[in-house]
């Protein structure tokens, strides 16, 4: 029963570090360089994989755009397409790009709650 729980606890850290690298778009080039989406049980596994967008467990990842990643995985056209080192440098623009923008408008958005929290205090005196 202890090596069970050791063994479930083992593949939960090993599944959650690899659904993580799949948000790495030149990780992605290099699985589809070396044929990992033309393997049938490999594409199965990331079918599998999917349980991941579940709450429970999503709670427990640090890069979310793994499950935008893994959803597209499902999809063959988008397999193949990631053998291009082209697409691969697409996708990594795009994430740059995205977290920049979110980045931004985070920031601006706790600016104006800082303001409007500032504006209450002052209001309140």
């Not at 079918?47 to 597209?72: F, R, S, V």
Request: glycine content about 2%; aromatic content about 16%; hydrophobic content about 35%.
């Amino acid at each position: 029963l202890k090596s069970d729980d050791t063994g479930n606890r083992l593949r939960f850290q090993l599944e959650l570090e690899f659904v993580q690298c799949l948000a790495n778009p030149n990780y992605l080039n290099f699985l589809a360089q070396r044929g990992y989406f033309k393997d049938k049980a490999f594409v199965n596994y990331l079918k599998y994989l999917l349980y991941w967008k579940e709450p429970e467990y999503a709670k427990y990842l640090k890069y979310p755009q793994c499950l935008h990643m893994l959803e597209l995985l499902q999809y063959e056209h988008f397999r193949k397409e990631l053998v291009n080192a082209q697409c691969a440098k697409f996708i990594d623009e795009q994430q740059i790009l995205h977290w920049q923008h979110y980045s931004r408008k985070r920031m601006r958005l706790q600016q104006a709650l800082a303001e409007q929290q500032q504006q209450n205090t002052t209001s309140v005196k």
